[in-house]
T-cell receptor, first 114, second 112 residues
Framework: DGGITQSPKYLFRKEGQNVTLSCEQNLNHDAMYWYRQDPGQGLRLIYY???????QKGDIAEGYSVSREKKESFPLTVTSAQKNPTAFYLCASSMVAGAPDTQYFGPGTRLTVL | GDSVTQMEGPVTLSEEAFLTINCTYT??????LFWYVQYPGEGLQLLLK?????DKGSNKGFEATYRKETTSFHLEKGSVQVSDSAVYFC???????????FGKGITLSVRP
């Protein structure tokens, strides 16, 4: 089955630790995205990548980092510099970044920082 | 910049009631418009979309019409079911290489 997988579903970390969230897609999509979801605030874009080895900051990139070494993978690292990292993180992909194309979402990772 | 405004929630309805969820937008040019649905504990799923003025998107009994004159994309369903209980997000995508802009989402609860 084609789709987007995110792992793990739940993640707990101590304050001050970096943590990496996985996102993999087998849809052969060019573009991938990371969003953060907080209650009552909708989704906010963290980073996006339109092609391998290239990525751009979204609206709330501070305290996060990404890499795009392979077309199918777009891991997100939440660093200790992120002031309030507890949130639900969603990864998405779309076929062609520049077209009015649909974004498909993964199931999400809920990160809790203790 | 682009923005999406959704009506305040949450919304609670009885089964078989009529549903309207309002969505208005601000954007330059001619955006594409989307409704996404999020069931508890899951990611978002595309519910329907419209890419130009007067287009009507429809899926699973839900409909929304792209109204350029009122900059709106209201979601409607004639008879809701308990299984429609979820969070609904309106979103737009502007021109080429543009990101999705989401509304804040609204929680719908349907009582048996």
């Amino acid at each position: 089955d084609g789709g987007i997988t995110q792992s793990p579903k739940y993640l707990f970390r101590k304050e001050g630790q970096n943590v990496t969230l996985s996102c993999e897609q087998n849809l052969n999509h060019d573009a991938m995205y990371w969003y953060r979801q907080d209650p009552g605030q909708g989704l906010r874009l963290i980073y996006y990548s339109q092609i391998v080895n290239d990525f751009q900051k979204g609206d709330i990139a501070e305290g996060y980092s990404v890499s795009r070494e392979k077309k199918e993978s777009f891991p997100l690292t939440v660093t200790s510099a992120q002031k309030n990292p507890t949130a639900f993180y969603l990864c998405a992909s779309s076929m062609v970044a520049g077209a009015p194309d649909t974004q498909y979402f993964g199931p999400g990772t809920r990160l809790t920082v203790l | 910049g682009d923005s999406v405004t959704q009506m305040e929630g949450p919304v609670t309805l009885s089964e078989e009631a009529f549903l309207t969820i309002n969505c208005t937008y601000t954007a330059t040019g001619y955006p594409s418009l989307f409704w996404y649905v999020q069931y508890p504990g899951e990611g978002l799923q595309l519910l329907l979309k419209a890419t130009k003025a007067d287009d009507k998107g429809s899926n699973k009994g839900f409909e929304a019409t792209y109204r350029k004159e009122t900059t709106s994309f209201h979601l409607e369903k004639g008879s809701v079911q308990v299984s429609d209980s979820a969070v609904y997000f309106c979103a737009l995508r502007g021109g080429a290489n543009s990101k999705l802009t989401f509304g804040k989402g609204i929680t719908l609860s349907v009582r048996p």
